[in-house]
């Protein structure tokens, strides 16, 4: 892949409310030339990268191409599937119904999706009830792809029919408990999942590009996915679920959306406030920090050494490996693609990697984040 200069705009550096953002990058900014190196060494088409310190944008840069076949090159608005990148945000659309007094993480499910009642493991009853917090902290004993097929309620009902792993609550196991808490946004909400957080989210933070249902514009703007070549020396086109466009969309609240660095850098920014974005509340303090801090005890849990599980976010316990640059009580979380969102609240940084490739195996744990986090860190002066 021959080597593209990555891109910016001189625009002085605003709050993250716009839709785009973009500050002056001087010339050998070291996020960006590694970025090319990777797209260079074939690890990824592109990249778009964004760090937000103390508020204030200070590297926002679009390297590669985002469609190798077409010769399209990255753009600061290139649209990404950030697959479980989405999970934070719906688990923050349900703490907004908990504000609003309609719902509790302490409640049953089957309180909102009769079918959950009887779930059991394969050698009898489960011993503890499921509730919202176990779907929340990934300790539900629910297994399966994190795909929604038909309808976010038929997966619903469709989950509650499979065994358990364990009994709730006594292990950490990544599964599809997010499309759950999608339904149960759905039976409370009395709206469709997608358009709750398009009401209490996306339009009150102007995320005017995170959607499950690119446009026709907005298509024209998306990442193409890619895949590592046999020999590692070529990339070549990848197909999946997500960014198969050809038949009707179902909403995942697992894994679904599609947005920008800038539109993720919005959510974040008003996460780090204490859920508040231009004096309105989105969801509260009490929230947030129920979400943001570990909520599973001694639990051993993924993706990377040294983590806990808030309620929907990962939470970094003891930083260590790709995580050693951030603070303990960063959280955030990666996607199957490669996109990674991180907030560390004691540096008050916000960072966005946005990619898109597939056969990480772990994306959370790749070197491409963790040297995004290193030369992040070396330019902020960061301890």
């Given at each position: 892949m ?5 891109r ?6 605003i709050t993250l ?5 973009a500050?002056?990058i001087?010339?050998?900014d070291p ?8 797209a ?6 592109g990249?778009?990268?964004?760090v ?5 944008l ?7 191409l985002?469609?190798?076949e077409?010769?399209?090159a990255?753009?600061?608005d290139?649209l ?5 990148m ?6 923050t659309?349900?703490m ?6 309609r ?12 079918e ?9 009853p ?5 509730t ?5 902290t990934?300790?539900s ?7 929604c ?7 619903a ?20 408990g997010l499309n ?5 946004i ?8 997608e358009a709750?957080?398009?009401e209490?989210?996306f339009?009150p933070?102007r ?6 249902a ?5 298509r ?9 070549g046999e ?27 599609f947005s ?15 859920g508040q974005?231009?004096d309105r ?7 947030v ?6 909520q ?8 990377t050494?040294g983590n ?17 640059d951030?603070s ?5 979380h990666?996607?199957?693609?490669g996109?990674?969102g ?12 946005m ?13 491409i ?8 860190a ?6």
């Amino acid at each position: 892949m021959s080597t593209l200069l990555f891109r910016s705009t001189a625009l002085p550096v605003i709050t993250l409310t716009a839709i785009v953002f973009a500050v002056e990058i001087q010339a050998g900014d070291p996020i960006a030339e590694r970025m090319q190196a990777f797209a260079d060494a074939n690890q990824f088409s592109g990249s778009v990268t964004m760090v937000v310190h103390r508020g204030k944008l200070v590297h926002h840069a679009a390297v590669g191409l985002a469609d190798v076949e077409s010769g399209r090159a990255m753009q600061q608005d290139s649209l990404f599937a950030i697959a479980s990148m989405t999970k934070p945000i719906t688990a923050t659309a349900l703490m907004i119904l908990q504000d609003d007094g309609r719902v509790s993480v302490e409640d049953p499910v089957a309180k909102y999706i009769p079918e959950f009642k009887d779930v059991s493991l394969a050698d009898g009853p489960a011993k503890t009830e499921m509730t919202i917090r176990h779907l929340m902290t990934h300790t539900s004993g629910l297994g399966g792809e994190q795909r929604c097929i038909g309808s976010i309620k038929s997966t619903a009902e469709e989950l509650a029919t499979r065994k358990l792993s364990f009994d709730p609550g006594t292990k950490w196991q990544y599964s599809p408990g997010l499309n759950v808490i999608g339904r149960i946004i759905e039976v409370v909400s009395g709206q469709p999942y997608e358009a709750f957080l398009a009401e209490r989210i996306f339009q009150p933070l102007r995320m005017v590009d995170t959607t499950f249902a690119p446009t026709e514009a907005q298509r024209a703007r998306v990442a193409r996915l890619y895949e590592p070549g046999e020999n590692g020396e070529s990339l070549a086109v990848a197909s999946h679920w997500i960014t198969d466009f050809s038949g009707e969309v179902v909403p995942s609240p697992s894994g679904g959306l599609f947005s920008t660095a800038s539109d993720m850098a919005a959510f974040y920014r008003m996460i780090l406030n204490g859920g508040q974005s231009n004096d309105r509340q989105i969801v509260s303090r009490s929230a947030v920090e129920q979400m943001t801090t570990v909520q599973t005890g001694d639990l051993v849990t993924g993706f990377t050494p040294g983590n806990g599980w808030g309620l929907g976010w990962c939470v970094v316990r003891q930083p260590q490996g790709v995580t050693k640059d951030v603070s303990p009580g960063t959280f955030g979380h990666g996607g199957a693609f490669g996109t990674q969102g991180w907030v560390d609240p004691a540096t008050q940084t916000i960072y966005v990697l946005m990619i898109q490739r597939t056969k990480f195996g772990n994306s959370d744990g790749s070197n491409i984040r963790g040297e995004f986090h290193e030369l992040a860190a070396e330019m902020l002066s960061l301890p």
